[in-house]
């Protein structure tokens, strides 16, 4: 069974540890740059102190011993999982994964505000979003790294090509009849878990909740968390 993770996109950390005492239960939680630039190490100590299992994504992109370091640093803080671009190459991936340890580590393959044009615009050179997907992938395994951050469109090709051991990492997950907000493809909890997914990142739908601990059980329920044993 996947694990979902609750997206913390919320300005302070006051507010995101207020929503997660709403939570009870809760198991991950991601931490991304707003909240770690404006509330630094401090809110993921809070978290890991209360036994929720943290997902960094800050989606390092540097030289390589720049990229080590950070990955130790987040290893150091109690982290479970970070993310870095595998844009950065092997020799950056390879350095990544060695300062990591055992914290989990997965590569962000082409961003989903890539379009085909957007892509080429970067590349120089006309490339198809699914094979750059797939290459990096690949990359990105031959690197040490544990998987990889893909879309609900991209996972069942991930999860056929990178086997049944590596992590993969899905947002953009809407209910039906969930707003999609700025979200284009996105795919229900149930499906990504069918497709694949072994952990699914919701933000939205339960940290804009009216209830967000009942939208936490019913993207559980969902993704079929009754039936664990
Ligand atoms: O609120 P929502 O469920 O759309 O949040 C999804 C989370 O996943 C956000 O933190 C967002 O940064 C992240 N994400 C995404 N789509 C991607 C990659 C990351 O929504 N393609």
């Known amino acids: ?5 609750v997206a913390l996109d919320l ?3 006051k507010e995101a540890l ?9 198991g991950w939680a991601k931490v991304g740059p707003v909240l770690f630039v404006a509330e630094g190490p401090t809110v993921v100590r809070e978290l890991t102190r209360r036994g929720i299992a943290v997902f960094l994504d800050l989606k390092w992109h540097d030289i390589p011993s720049t990229v080590g370091h ?8 109690g982290v479970s999982l970070a993310t870095v671009h595998c844009l950065g190459g092997s020799a950056m991936l390879t350095a990544a994964a060695k300062a990591a340890g055992d914290m989990a580590l997965v590569g962000v393959t082409v961003l989903t505000s890539h379009d085909g ?10 490339g198809d979003v699914g094979t750059q997907v797939e290459r990096l992938a690949r990359l990105a395994q031959q690197s040490g790294l544990r998987g990889v951050v893909g879309s609900g469109q991209e996972v069942r090709r991930l999860r056929s090509l990178l086997g049944p051991a590596a992590w993969i990492v ?3 997950i809407r209910a039906p009849g969930d707003e999609a907000g700025d979200q284009a493809r996105t795919v229900s909890p149930a499906d990504a878990v069918k497709s694949g997914a ?32």
């Open 1 to 5: 069974v996947a694990e979902l993770v």
């Open 11 to 13: 300005p302070t950390g």
């Open 18 to 26: 207020q929503l997660v005492d709403r939570l009870p239960g809760l």
């Open 70 to 77: 950070a990955v130790s640093a987040a290893r150091d803080l």
């Open 117 to 126: 044009p957007g892509l080429t615009e970067v590349l120089g050179t006309s």
């Open 170 to 172: 899905v947002p953009g």
């Open 198 to 229: 072994s952990h699914v990142v919701v933000g939205r739908p339960i940290t804009a909740a009216a209830d967000p601990a009942n939208a936490y059980r019913t993207f559980q329920d969902a993704m079929g968390y009754n039936l664990r044993p």
